[in-house]
């Protein structure tokens, strides 16, 4: 079995900054692609930062400039780090990763409990 933990969410004030976290465990051969995704209040699911299968990154383009995504490959674990937080960047953020495993190779979406970015004004 394959799993994505997240942690990192909170609470912060306009402007903040919160980074978040999301290891992948299991028997994991490789991993395609991996990033985050968010549902704010109301609304549908959306990307906001993506590790792709070629290893370039796209972001959603309110997040351009404010976030970065990394990625530790040794530890399968990949990262946001979110500056100048807006009201508008609340909503549960979600890991998610496109991963083949071990040993069958078979490749399946995996995604994250989620985690919970609230920004007050």
């Known amino acids: 079995q394959v799993q994505l933990v997240e942690s990192g969410g909170g609470l912060v004030q306009a402007g903040g900054s919160l980074r978040l976290s999301c290891a992948a465990s299991?028997?994991?051969?490789?991993?395609?692609?991996m990033g985050w995704y968010r549902q704010g209040p109301g609304k549908q699911r959306e990307l906001v930062a993506l590790f792709t299968s070629g290893g370039s990154t796209n972001y959603e383009d309110s997040v351009k400039g404010r976030f970065t995504i990394s990625r530790d490959n040794a530890k399968n674990t990949v990262y946001l780090q979110m500056n100048s937080l807006k009201p508008e960047d609340t909503a549960v953020y979600y890991c998610?990763?496109?991963?083949?495993?071990?040993?069958?190779?078979?490749?399946?979406?995996?995604w994250g409990q989620g985690t919970q970015v609230t920004v007050s004004s």
């Open positions: 299991g028997s994991i051969f490789s991993i395609n692609a």
């Open positions: 998610n990763a496109l991963i083949q495993g071990a040993p069958l190779g078979y490749v399946r979406n995996y």
